[in-house]
């Protein structure tokens, strides 16, 4: 299985990584929204958890975009933002909304069952 995690904040980045790691994801850590849609259009990854507040593009206009590309049609989205207006924004729009701080055991336990839910 793999994840891409979007997401500027290296600190937070790295949770994120790590907590996908353990749930036995291949994990990569992009830090820009621009750098993230190149690698996504020949990436055919499980899961991407995005941030909204990126450098170089909205974690938004990132989600839009990868909603026309042929290789992610399985692929699910999840938005991480400590942002609620943004996060009630994205519910229809992607997989499933995380609203930050998370806690490290608890987006691991996310991480497990949607790797759950993507076998099945």
């Known amino acids: 299985m793999k994840a891409i995690v979007v997401e500027d904040h290296l600190g937070q980045g790295m949770v994120f990584k790590a907590a996908l790691d353990l749930a036995s994801f291949e994990t990569e ?3 820009d929204g621009t750098r ?3 690698v996504l259009r020949e990436a055919s990854p499980d899961l991407v958890l995005m941030d909204m507040h990126l450098p170089g593009m909205r974690g938004d206009e990132v989600v839009a ?3 026309g590309y042929p290789n992610l049609s399985e692929t699910k989205i999840i938005v991480a933002t400590g942002d609620p207006v943004i996060g009630k924004k994205m519910k229809g729009e992607v997989a499933l909304v995380l609203i ?4 490290f055991s608890y987006l691991q336990q996310i991480s497990r069952e ?3 839910a ?3």
């Open 36 to 38: 993230a849609l190149e």
């Open 65 to 67: 975009q990868l909603k």
């Open 29 to 31: 850590l992009i830090q």
């Open 100 to 103: 930050k701080p998370l806690g």
């Open 118 to 120: 993507i076998k099945t």
């Open 114 to 116: 949607i790797m759950s």
